[in-house]
């Protein structure tokens, strides 16, 4: 009983009283009144013990249990309480005491309602980290062009990075968030501006910008109510159709501007009105665009292409059976060009062999016309750089005119009679004495011009198709013998004059009466035959001196006139001068012979 009593000692006097030291007493009571044997009060006694013992040791077992529980859950509360302020990125929590002190279950009770904070904050980190992976993922998928189905079954696979919940690394999802938000609004930014330059190219086309969007992705089509596609393959796909587009416009403008110049070349050769070119104003009207100023709707159709084609290859059979009239009118403008010119006109062979060429279909109209304009324009330049010379050539011509009439005027002799318009006459004659002055002057004047346009092209000037410096020289030649002659013809009237008042000295020197008078028969028969020789002498010299003078414009005029003495000279006669004296010389010997002593 000793054994048994020494726990029951430890315990406090009142749960002896009221437990096991009652239940005791009560059991040795029972023994003693039944006589139980010592032996087996002892047994039972152990047996009490042991059931005691073990009914200790449970619960101190379970106190045991129960501690290291609770030293475990506050070490795991610890332990997850350091996790999560790790995790979220934070050093402590405010309220939370850094030492605790107290018992197990003081301890755990203080850090239980931190960590259900902090385990909440966790929740609603969790939910933003998955609310932005979410939407990171969901723009990914669009930008990588996959259908909602496919991002359906991805968004459930979102896995959240627990071990990592800090606010840098949210700050950092967000960031890149914003990156792909940015990037989803310029492509649908890039998608929208390829779909505005496809309905542009589609209206200027005349074709069904749906049906071509369409055809790039369904999604699009306004219509059809889907998120756009907004992939790199789509992106390159709209690149590629407005590029496609943009060619088509530039090949059908290009085919327009030929069709356009087509037709202003059709018309103008064939001078068709201006009311016939308005239907087709809407084509010429692009000649003077480029493909980015194009923009009218429906301005490239190929309706109106056709109709260009057809109008170009009507008017190109109305061309060719217009095509000699064509021909015929420029070679007519080119010829009254160089004859406006005095310039070479084309040779008649040429001609004919082109209207053969016309003929049998040879030759393209375009080049044959091209070549004519080509040579009317070389012909209208060549003009221009003759101008000034052909200017001063027909001041020339108007100046041998007036000297071709002075001097028929001066070989009148009742030209300073009183008559009606001799006046005119004197004045007319006094201006052409002007212009004839300053004849050399401006022949000079040309012939320095002339050989600065003929060193300047490398070819001869031409008049007529005659050299114009051999006209100019040769009529400075013969003017130069004009002027001889005249010399000579003064010469011979003094000469006339000298002996005329010689023999009226002779006539008054007679001293007798019949010698008078047959000296007065014989000067009279004398006189009367040498006064028709006189008055034949003044007529020859009058005939035959004008003559020699004209010689050189005639000359000229017959070297003007005849193309084909290309380039000879027309000089006067050699002989002329030396006749004349001959005859002078006769006359004054036959007029003095009878008077000689």
Not at 170 to 175: D, G, I, K, N, P
Not at 295 to 324: C, F, W, Y
Request: charged share 30%; net charge neutral; with cysteine.
């Amino acid at each position: 009983m000793g054994s048994f009593q020494t726990p029951i000692g430890m315990r406090s006097s009142n749960l002896l009283e009221t437990s096991c030291g009652y239940l005791l007493q009560e059991l040795q009571m029972i023994w003693n009144e039944v006589g139980q044997d010592h032996f087996e009060r002892e047994k039972v006694l152990l047996d009490l013990e042991q059931e005691c013992l073990e009914v200790y040791r449970k619960k101190v077992d379970a106190a045991n249990t129960s501690r290291a529980r609770l030293h475990q859950e506050l070490a795991e509360a610890e332990a997850e309480f350091t996790h999560l302020l790790l995790s979220l990125g934070e050093r402590s929590l405010p309220g939370r005491p850094e030492k605790m002190a107290g018992t197990l279950k003081e301890q755990l009770d203080s850090i239980t309602p931190a960590l259900r904070e902090m385990r909440l904050r966790k929740e609603e980190r969790v939910n933003q980290f998955r609310t932005v992976q979410g939407q990171i993922q969901k723009i990914s998928a669009e930008i990588a062009g996959q259908s909602e189905s496919e991002y359906d079954d991805l968004s459930s696979d979102i896995m959240v990075n627990e071990n990592d919940l800090s606010l840098k690394k949210l700050e950092e999802y967000q960031t890149e968030l914003q990156r792909l938000r940015n990037e989803k609004n310029e492509r649908l930014m890039r998608v929208e501006q390829y779909i505005d330059a496809v309905h542009k190219l589609s209206s200027i086309l005349g074709t069904d910008s749906s049906m071509v969007i369409t055809k790039v992705h369904p999604s699009l089509n306004d219509l059809c109510g889907i998120t756009k596609n907004i992939s790199n393959s789509i992106l390159a796909k709209l690149n590629s159709t407005v590029e496609s587009l943009d060619e088509e416009k530039q090949k059908r403008l290009d085919k327009l501007h030929h069709l356009g110049k087509a037709l202003t070349n059709l018309w103008n050769l064939m001078d068709t009105p201006y009311k016939d070119r308005q239907s087709f104003s809407h084509v010429t009207g692009l000649l003077s665009l480029s493909s980015a100023e194009v923009s009218d709707p429906g301005s490239l159709t190929l309706n109106i292409i056709q109709q260009a084609e057809a109008e170009v290859k009507r008017l190109d059979h109305l061309k060719a059976s217009k095509m000699k009239e064509l021909f015929f009118k420029k070679q007519n403008e080119l010829k009254e060009i160089c004859n406006k010119s005095h310039m070479e006109i084309p040779l008649q062979s040429e001609i004919d062999n082109l209207i053969n060429l016309i003929n049998s279909g040879e030759i393209d109209h375009a080049d044959l016309l091209m070549s004519m304009d080509q040579q009317i324009s070389r012909a209208k330049e060549e003009a221009s750089s003759r101008m000034t010379i052909m200017e001063k050539v027909e001041k020339w011509m108007l100046a041998r005119d007036e000297e071709r009439w002075l001097e028929e005027y001066s070989r009148d002799e009742n030209r300073y009679s009183v008559s009606r318009g001799a006046h005119k006459n004197l004045r007319r004659a006094e201006r052409a004495r002007v212009l004839v002055n300053k004849i050399p002057a401006l022949v000079d004047l040309l012939i320095a011009n002339t050989k600065s346009w003929e060193d300047e092209r490398k070819k001869t000037f031409l008049y007529d198709e005659v050299p114009l410096l051999a006209m100019l020289e040769e009529y400075n030649v013969l003017r130069q013998e004009k002027e001889e002659d005249k010399q000579r013809q003064r010469e011979m009237k003094k000469v006339q004059s000298q002996v005329a008042v010689e023999q009226e000295n002779l006539f008054i020197t007679r001293p007798s009466t019949s010698a008078r008078r047959t000296s007065t028969r014989s000067v009279n028969g004398g006189f009367s035959n040498a006064m028709p020789l006189n008055r034949r002498l003044s007529l020859g010299l009058q005939q035959l001196g004008p003559n020699s003078i004209n010689s050189g414009t005639q000359g000229i005029s017959f070297i003007k006139e005849g193309k084909k003495a290309r380039g000879q000279k027309m000089f006067a006669r050699p002989g002329l001068v030396s006749h004349l004296r001959d005859e002078t010389a006769s006359v004054v010997s036959t007029f003095s012979g009878p008077q000689s002593p």
